[in-house]
């Protein structure tokens, strides 16, 4: 009766100890998956990318918006660090692709400002990201490469990047001068008692994309 006794504690530790040490297997295998962490990639995406303008008419400078719908982007492969792809960019934008929602006012922007500065495409660079939200862009019309200092947002896969030009900085009076002859009465705002008919060089540009992101 001593024996059975003796061998039936022992069977019942030995239990106790391989329960005890599936438990700790168990939680070091539930340890290790919340470690795992997810590696994330970027790329550009065309279909969710837009870029759009306000340009000012009236002596009041009243607005008056529209898009670019053809935006040609280079760079953008795959890539884990969101601010180091979009710093990789360039892009050009035919000036053809501009819509205002009126197609005679896009036809006399095309021909008579675009027209009266030489440029069929606007092209580009994203120069540099900081960390205080400015962004740095050289674009280039009329022949002419200028820097664009703006301000940029960029949460997790969703950018976008806002500032205000002077077209001037482009040589762009000629283009103004041309396009502000054509449009002398729309540009003059008689219901306010205008008398002079006036075209900004002043353009507020704006560019939204979210990238594409995939984790593995």
Known sequence: MRKNTKFLFVALAGLMMSSCAGETETTETAVAEVEKTETCYYSYDAANSEMSFTAYKFLGKVGVGGTFTEINVEGGEKNEDAKALIEGLSFNIPISSISTKDVSRDGKINEFFFGGINTEVISGEVKSLDDSGKAVLAITMNSITKDVEGAYTLNDNAFSFDAEIDVLNW??????????????????????????????????????????????
């Open 171 to 216: 040589d762009g009076q000629a283009g103004i001068d041309a396009l502000n002859e054509e449009c002398k009465e729309l540009h003059t705002d008689f219901a306010n008692g205008d008398t002079e008919s006036k075209l900004w060089p002043d353009v507020t540009i704006s560019f939204s994309t979210e990238l594409k992101k995939e984790c593995e």
